[in-house]
C-alpha cells in the first residue's frame, strides 16, 4: 500500500519556466511533509518542508503548497535552472521532528532543458 | 565529520554471503536511520537509533537483517545469507533530535547478490 504517491515518473521543463511537481498522500496521521532532492550516486538532500498547520512555505526558488483536505501537495520551482535537474522525493512524516520515520513516494526525475 | 559516510560504497556478495554495511553520522547526532531503496522506488524505512537505542525496528524486512550502535555514533547494518531480493542502495542519515530540517543521508552503499 503507497502512502505516499508521486505519479509522474518524469517531467520536462525549458529552462526559466515554472517546474510543478506533485505528491498525494493517503495517511491523515501524517502532518509534516519534505521534499528531497537526489543527484546520481547520491544521498537524497533535504529541499523544503511543510508542516500540516500551514498550507505554503517558500524558500527562495521553491515553494511547496499542502492542500490537506485533498490530500495533495506540491512543488514549485521558478524560475527553473538545469542545475535543478534530479529525482525528486516527496515525503511524510507523522510528527514534527526528525525523531519519525520518513515516508517517500516513488520520485518524480525532472529534466530543466537549456 | 562534515558529513555522512558510508562504507562500502558498492558491494558485490554471492548469494548466502554475510555483508556487514557501516555508517559514521554527523559527530553529536542522536539519531540514525537505516533506509533501503530499491531501484526505481523511494527510500523505504528500516530502523531508527537513539543514541545507541534501537527504538524502531519495524522496518526490518528479515530476522537476516540485524543493525547496532553500541556506542551511540558508528552504525553497522548486518545481512546475512544475501539473497538476490536484497540488492538496493542501503542509505544511512542522521539528524539532531530536534531538527525540523530532516536528516542528512550518506551516498549509500549499493549492494548487489549474485
Known amino acids: 500500500d503507497q502512502q505516499v504517491k508521486q505519479n509522474s515518473p518524469s517531467l520536462s521543463v525549458q529552462e526559466g519556466r515554472i517546474s510543478i511537481l506533485n505528491c498525494d498522500y493517503t495517511n491523515s496521521m501524517f502532518d509534516y511533509f519534505l521534499w528531497y532532492k537526489k543527484y546520481p550516486a547520491e544521498g537524497p538532500t533535504f529541499l523544503i518542508s511543510?508542516?500540516?498547520?500551514?498550507d505554503k512555505n517558500e524558500d527562495g526558488r521553491f515553494t511547496v503548497f499542502l492542500n490537506k483536505s485533498a490530500k495533495h501537495l506540491s512543488l514549485h520551482i521558478v524560475p527553473s535552472q538545469p542545475g535543478d535537474s534530479a529525482v525528486y522525493f516527496c515525503a511524510a512524516s507523522g510528527k514534527k521532528s526528525s525523531g519519525d520515520k520518513l515516508t517517500f513516494g516513488t520520485g518524480t526525475r525532472l529534466a530543466v532543458r537549456p | 565529520g562534515a558529513g555522512v559516510s558510508q562504507s562500502p560504497r558498492y558491494k558485490v556478495a554471492k548469494r548466502g554471503q554475510d555483508v556487514a554495511l557501516r555508517c559514521d553520522p554527523i559527530s553529536g547526532h542522536v539519531s540514525l536511520f537505516w533506509y533501503q531503496q530499491a531501484l526505481g522506488q523511494g527510500p523505504e524505512f528500516l530502523t531508527y537509533?537513539?543514541?545507541?537505542?534501537?527504538?524502531?525496528k519495524s522496518g526490518l524486512p528479515s530476522d537476516r537483517f540485524f543493525a547496532e550502535r553500541p556506542e551511540g555514533s558508528v552504525s553497522t547494518l548486518k545481512i546475512q545469507r544475501t539473497q538476490q531480493e536484497d540488492s538496493a542502495v542501503y542509505l544511512c542519515?542522521?539528524?539532531?533530535?530536534?531538527?525540523?530540517?530532516?536528516?542528512?543521508f550518506g551516498s549509500g552503499t549499493r549492494l548487489t547478490v549474485v
Open positions: 511543510i508542516s500540516s498547520i500551514k
Open positions: 537509533f537513539q543514541n545507541e537505542a534501537q527504538l524502531d
Open positions: 542519515a542522521s539528524s539532531s533530535l530536534d531538527s525540523l530540517y530532516g536528516y542528512t
